[in-house]
């Protein structure tokens, strides 16, 4: 019995040494194909893994700007000035003489402040690509709104701006005027006069597109004139306005 096992180990022995020898060999033919593949070849294999390395993350790199590019088209932004909002009474006029006049308890006032918000309301990106992100610019004016003295004919300034069709936003208090980044705004003709105004105009069309857009503010006096006189401030930007006219002008 012992001497069968004896056998044993010595044939299981024989079996290990031949399979370690064999290992032995197939390592030692890859080690001779690697040392004797020609280094053009070597280069063109690394030359292949670099440009799948960039491949890679140049599309890495395309799929998180096309995400991005998708986010800011979803997302709303309101570009409207904040500092001037809930007039105690809209103005509508239209041609021939027709108004429509809307006080802040009114059933429609509530439909003209959800058309007038939406008026400027557009996606991160479209208001990046048409620099509309940068904020507004106060330009104040010495220029008359009326032409006579008694102040009771709109100067041809402001009729050929506002036309036929426009708005005109009336508060019951004076508002004083404020810069985008939210510190108040000081006159350019003297730094320690504060811009004030009650009435806010702006032209309207029935034209279903984004366009420059511009308030005019009548600024009772300034710094620069008489304070009797009344002048004009504007601040533009870019609005489409054909819901506003369709909804109050266009039935």
Not at 54 to 74: D, E, Q
Not at 101 to 106: G, R
Not at 184 to 210: G, H, K, M, P, W
Request: charged share 25%; net charge negative.
């Amino acid at each position: 019995m012992s001497d069968e096992i004896k056998r044993e180990e010595e044939e299981f022995t024989s079996q290990s040494e031949i399979k370690e020898e064999m290992q032995e060999e197939v390592i030692g033919e890859e080690i001779e194909k690697k040392e004797s593949k020609p280094l053009a070849e070597i280069y063109a294999e690394n030359k292949i893994r670099k440009r799948k390395i960039t491949l890679i993350s140049i599309l890495s790199v395309v799929f998180v700007l096309v995400v991005a590019i998708i986010v800011m088209g979803c997302v709303k932004v309101d570009l409207r000035p904040s500092f001037f909002t809930k007039p105690s009474q809209v103005t509508i006029y239209g041609e021939n003489n027709t108004s429509v006049v809307i006080a802040d308890s009114d059933d429609r006032y509530k439909d003209f402040e959800r058309i007038y918000n939406d008026m400027f309301s557009t996606s991160v990106l479209s208001a990046l690509f048409t620099g509309r992100l940068g904020g507004y610019t106060i330009d104040e004016t010495i220029s008359r709104w009326y032409t006579n003295s008694n102040e009771t004919t709109f100067s041809s300034t402001i009729t050929d701006a506002l036309g036929s069709n426009y708005v005109r936003l009336h508060f019951d208090s004076p508002m004083q005027f404020y810069n985008s980044n939210g510190s108040e705004y000081d006159s350019r003709y003297n730094a320690s006069y504060s811009l004030t105004f009650q009435d806010v105009y702006f032209a309207i069309d029935n034209v279903n597109a984004t366009d420059t857009f511009t308030f005019y503010f009548q600024v009772k006096g300034n710094s620069g004139v008489s304070p009797e006189r009344t002048t004009i401030t504007t601040i533009t930007l870019s609005a489409n306005t054909s819901q506003l006219f369709e909804e109050f002008l266009g039935k």
